[in-house]
C-alpha cells in the first residue's frame, strides 16, 4: 500500500473513530427521546424499535399535565437559582478576602475551603437534619442552605483564584482616588469579575440541580417540596400496573434539554471552570 | 456529593500565595500598621459569612454526627434520650472475623461432591453467633482450602467492598476511555467542535435521570433496549436480568457511571493536551518517533501532573457514589453511602448510621489528603 492510500484508511478509521464515540455520548438521551414518543403499546413490544412507527406527544402531555412534576420543576427552579445567588455574594466577599488581602491565618482559611470542597455530604446527613430539626426550617429553605455545603467552597476557591489574577494596580488607583476597599470590591473589582461569576454560577446551579441525596431526605415528610431529580426517582406516573417508563422518559428529556441547551451555550466557560485546577500549575 | 459529578473540584494550582509571609515582611518585625490591622479587619469581616454558614451545616453537624455515632440514638423520635454505648456502634459495623470451612462429608467420611463441585459446611455453622451474630460477605479458596469472610453487618462490609470494586474498575474505565476521547479530540478535524459539545450532554443529564434511562435500557425483557440487540446478537436469552442478578448489579453501575464521567476526565485529559507545547511532537517527527513512541515518551509524562489531579478526583467522586445505587439497585445492593442513608431514613438506626458516616469520612479524608499534597506542592513550585 502506497503512503496515500494509507493515510486514506488512517482518516477512515479516524472518522470511524469519532462516529463510535459520538453515538457512544449521544444514544441514552437519543434512546430516552425516542421512548418517550413511543406509545405505551410500542413501549412493551418485544423487541424494542430504533424509530417510533407512530411518534405520539401522549407521555408529554401526561407529564406536563401532572401536578407533581410541575410542582418539581418550580421547586428546582427556586431551590437552584437561590444556592446560586447566595454561594456568588457568600463566595465573592470570601474570595476577595482572601485573593486580594494580607491577613494572618489566610493561608489555613484557603486550606480549610480545600478541603471542603471535598467533604463528603453523606457524613453529615444525620446531623443536618437535627439541625433542620432545631431550626423548624421547611423542606425548601433547608435544601438551599444545606447546598451551600458543596457550592459555597467550590466557589470561593474559583473566586479567590480570580481575584488574585486581576492586577493590584487597578485596586490601589481605587483608593489612591479615595474609595474604601469595599467601594473597590463593587466597582472595581466585581464587575471585572463577571465572566467568572457566570462560569462558577453555571456550575453551582447545575449541581443544586442535580443533588438527590439531601433532597431525598428532607421531603421524606414534605413530598410537595420534592424537587426534580426526587421526582425522576419517585415517578410513578398516570398509570398504576407498571413502571410508566413512557412518561419517565418524556420526564427525563423535559428536565435535561434545558440543561444541555444552558450547556451548550455557555460550553467555553463550563469547560474552563471544570479544568481551570488540572491544568494550571 | 456523589451524584453531582465533577462540578466540585477546585482549581488546582490554587490561590495561595502566603499572606502571612508579605504581611510580615511589610511589618518589618515592628507592630503591624494601622492599615494592615484595618485590611485583616476587613478581610475577616468578608470571610465571617463563608465560615458562618460552613459551621451551621457542616462543622456543626458533623460534631453532631461524631458524638451520636457513640449513641444509641434513634432517627427522629424525641421521646427516648439517646444513651452513650461507647464503640457499641462501630463494632457491630467493623467486626470481620475470617473462618475456614469444613468439607461437607458422607457417611463414609469422602467429601461431598455436586454437579463436579466439592461441598463445604454452610457459613451459618461456623461463623461465631455470640456475643454477636456473624453473617457471610463472601466465600473465597484458598491453597485447596475454603474460607468464608464473616462479618457482624455484612451489608456494611459488603457495601464498602462493593463501593471499592466499583470505584475502581468505574475510574480505570473512566480514564481510558477519557484518554483515547481526549487523543482524538486533540487533533484537527471537521466536526472537532460539534464533538466538543456532544461531550458535554452525559454531563449535563441529572445522575437519577441518567439512572432511569439505563435501567429502562437494560429492563430484562425484550422491550429493553440490551435485551433486545443481545438477543438479536444470541449472547443473551432476552431475559437478562441486569439489576437482580448479583453478578450483574455491579457491571450495571460501573457502565452507568462511565458513561456519566468518562465526558468529565476526557476534558480535563484534553486541557491537559492542549498545553504540551507541540515543538516536541514535530521535533519527535523529525527523529522519526512512532506514534506509540511519542506518546509515552511526550504524552504521558507531561500529561501525568492532570492525569493524577484528574484520578484522585475522580476516585473521592466514586467512593461518594449514592444516587445510581440508590434509584437503581434500592436496598438490593448497597454502596457505602446508600447504606448508610438507608440505615438512617428506613431503619432509624440513627447511631449506627452516624458510626459509618464516621467511617465514610475517614476513607474519604485519606485520598483527600493525597488530593491536596499534590495540590499544596504545585503550588510551591
Redesign the interface.
Known amino acids: 500500500m502506497n503512503r496515500g492510500a494509507s493515510r486514506v484508511v488512517g482518516r477512515v478509521l479516524?472518522?470511524l473513530?469519532?462516529a463510535v464515540?459520538?453515538v457512544?455520548?449521544?444514544f441514552?438521551?437519543y434512546?430516552?427521546i425516542v421512548?418517550a414518543l413511543k406509545t405505551q403499546a410500542e413501549?412493551?413490544?418485544?423487541?424494542?424499535t430504533l424509530w417510533p412507527d407512530d411518534p405520539v406527544l401522549t407521555n408529554f402531555r401526561a407529564v406536563l399535565s401532572s401536578v407533581t412534576f410541575r410542582r418539581a420543576l418550580l421547586n428546582s427552579t427556586i431551590v437552584a437559582s437561590a444556592v446560586t445567588v447566595l454561594s456568588l455574594i457568600?463566595?465573592s466577599?470570601?474570595g476577595?478576602?482572601?485573593?486580594k488581602?494580607?491577613?494572618?491565618?489566610?493561608?489555613p482559611?484557603?486550606?480549610?475551603?480545600?478541603?471542603?470542597?471535598?467533604?463528603?455530604?453523606?457524613?453529615?446527613?444525620?446531623?443536618?437534619?437535627?439541625?433542620i430539626?432545631v431550626l423548624g426550617t421547611p423542606a425548601i429553605p433547608s435544601m438551599i442552605?444545606?447546598y451551600?455545603?458543596?457550592t459555597?467552597?467550590?466557589t470561593?476557591?474559583?473566586l479567590?483564584?480570580f481575584?488574585?489574577g486581576l492586577p493590584d494596580s487597578l485596586l490601589q488607583a481605587a483608593q489612591v482616588d479615595g474609595a474604601t476597599?469595599?467601594q473597590a470590591f463593587r466597582l472595581v473589582l466585581l464587575p471585572l469579575t463577571a465572566p467568572a461569576m457566570v462560569t462558577t454560577g453555571l456550575?453551582?446551579f447545575?449541581?443544586a440541580?442535580?443533588?438527590?441525596?439531601f433532597a431525598?431526605?428532607f421531603t421524606?415528610i414534605d413530598p410537595p417540596a420534592r424537587t426534580?431529580?426526587?421526582a425522576?426517582?419517585l415517578?410513578t406516573g398516570t398509570v398504576r400496573r407498571q413502571e410508566p417508563?413512557g412518561e419517565?422518559?418524556a420526564a427525563?428529556v423535559i428536565?435535561?434539554i434545558p440543561?444541555?441547551v444552558?450547556?451548550?451555550v455557555f460550553?467555553q466557560r463550563?469547560?474552563a471552570g471544570?479544568?481551570?485546577?488540572?491544568?494550571?500549575? | 456529593m456523589e451524584g453531582s459529578p465533577s462540578a466540585s473540584r477546585g482549581p488546582g494550582g490554587g490561590p495561595a500565595e502566603d499572606g502571612e509571609g508579605r504581611a510580615r515582611r511589610d511589618g518589618g518585625g515592628r507592630k503591624p500598621s494601622l492599615l494592615a490591622r484595618a485590611e485583616a479587619r476587613t478581610a475577616w469581616l468578608l470571610l465571617a459569612p463563608t465560615f458562618l454558614v460552613l459551621a451551621i451545616i457542616a462543622f456543626y453537624p458533623f460534631s453532631r454526627v461524631v458524638t451520636s455515632s457513640f449513641t444509641d440514638a434513634r432517627f427522629a423520635t424525641t421521646t427516648q434520650e439517646p444513651r452513650f454505648i461507647g464503640l457499641a456502634n462501630y463494632r457491630r459495623l467493623l467486626s470481620l472475623t475470617v473462618r475456614e470451612l469444613p468439607p461437607l462429608l458422607d457417611e463414609s467420611g469422602e467429601q461431598v461432591v455436586r454437579n463436579g463441585q466439592p461441598q463445604y459446611e454452610s457459613w451459618v455453622r461456623v461463623l461465631p453467633r455470640e456475643p454477636l451474630r456473624y453473617r457471610a460477605v463472601f466465600e473465597f479458596s484458598l491453597l485447596g482450602k475454603r474460607y468464608v469472610l464473616g462479618a457482624v453487618t455484612s451489608q456494611f462490609v459488603r457495601a464498602i467492598w462493593d463501593t471499592s470494586v466499583f470505584t475502581v474498575i468505574a475510574v480505570a474505565l473512566e480514564t481510558v476511555l477519557g484518554m483515547i476521547i481526549a487523543l482524538a479530540l486533540n487533533t484537527e478535524f471537521r466536526g472537532r467542535g460539534m464533538m466538543r459539545a456532544a461531550m458535554l450532554v452525559p454531563w449535563a443529564v441529572i445522575t437519577t435521570v441518567s439512572a432511569r434511562i439505563w435501567e429502562w435500557m437494560l429492563q430484562p425483557t425484550r422491550a429493553g433496549l440490551f435485551n433486545a440487540v443481545g438477543s438479536r446478537l444470541g449472547f443473551t436469552d432476552g431475559q437478562t436480568d441486569f439489576f437482580g442478578s448479583p453478578a450483574l448489579q455491579l457491571p450495571s453501575m460501573i457502565a452507568m457511571d462511565v458513561w456519566k464521567t468518562t465526558p468529565f476526565m476526557a476534558l480535563l485529559l484534553l486541557a491537559g493536551l492542549s498545553t504540551i507545547p507541540s515543538e516536541l511532537y514535530e521535533a519527535a517527527e523529525v527523529d522519526g518517533a512512532s506514534r506509540i513512541r511519542q506518546f509515552v515518551s511526550i504524552t504521558l509524562p507531561l500529561l501525568s501532573p492532570t492525569l493524577a489531579v484528574a484520578l484522585i478526583f475522580r476516585t473521592l467522586d466514586s467512593l461518594r457514589v449514592f444516587d445510581i445505587f440508590q434509584v437503581v439497585l434500592g436496598n438490593r445492593r448497597f454502596s457505602m453511602a446508600s447504606y448508610t442513608q438507608d440505615l438512617l431514613i428506613n431503619q432509624r438506626d440513627m447511631g449506627a448510621s452516624s458510626a459509618a458516616s464516621v467511617v465514610i469520612f475517614v476513607i474519604i479524608a485519606v485520598f483527600a489528603v493525597l488530593y491536596i499534597r499534590m495540590l499544596g506542592e504545585r503550588r510551591l513550585e
Request: glycine residues 6%; hydrophobic residues 65%.
Open positions: 479516524f472518522y473513530l469519532i464515540i459520538f457512544y455520548l449521544m441514552p438521551f434512546w430516552a421512548s413501549l412493551i413490544r418485544t423487541p424494542a457568600v463566595g466577599f470570601a476577595y478576602a482572601l485573593g488581602m494580607r491577613f494572618r491565618g489566610k493561608t482559611s484557603l486550606y480549610v475551603i480545600l478541603a471542603m470542597t471535598m467533604f463528603p455530604q453523606i457524613a453529615v446527613l444525620a446531623g443536618l437534619y437535627a439541625v430539626r442552605l444545606s451551600l455545603l458543596f459555597l467552597p467550590f470561593v476557591w474559583v479567590t483564584s481575584f488574585r476597599l469595599f456550575l453551582a447545575i449541581q440541580w442535580n443533588e438527590y441525596l431525598l431526605t421524606v426534580v431529580p426526587v425522576i426517582a415517578f417508563f419517565i422518559m427525563a428536565v435535561t440543561l444541555v444552558l450547556v451548550l460550553q463550563i469547560v471544570l479544568t481551570a485546577g488540572a491544568v494550571k500549575g
